[in-house]
């Protein structure tokens, strides 16, 4: 079965880094999407980034130029460096893959690392 498992959360200043990363098993094959959301108590889960096959990356105008999205396919991993961190960054973080070559695509999640960007 697929399973998400992701790390890297923490306390961090205004203006510090954090890396998260997010490890994937199962039979998940190749040539898949992957992305982070985050969600804050009281708000909607928002986007974050997309690492599409081929590498290419998508990102939201709030955190462009500020968060990268990687992956490592050996590793069936998937990361976000995450700079200039802000307090509204704080949330929960949650690792996404989305199968697409299957009967029904489907959308899997992680368990969540929260961050907090505080002073």
């Known amino acids: 079965q697929v399973q998400l498992v992701e790390s890297g959360g923490g306390l961090v200043q205004p203006g510090g880094s954090l890396r998260l990363s997010c490890t994937a098993s199962g039979s998940i094959g190749n040539n898949n999407v992957m992305a982070w959301y985050r969600q804050a108590p009281g708000r909607q889960r928002e986007w974050v980034a997309t690492l599409n096959p081929g590498s290419r990356t998508n990102y939201p105008d709030s955190v462009r130029g500020r968060f990268t999205i990687s992956g490592d396919n050996a590793k069936n991993s998937v990361y976000l460096q995450m700079n200039s961190l802000q307090p509204d960054d704080t949330a929960v973080y949650y690792c996404?893959?989305?199968?697409?070559?299957?009967?029904?695509?489907?959308?899997?999640w992680g368990q969540g690392t929260q961050v907090t960007v505080s002073s």
């Open positions: 996404s893959l989305i199968l697409l070559k299957v009967a029904q695509p489907t959308q899997y």
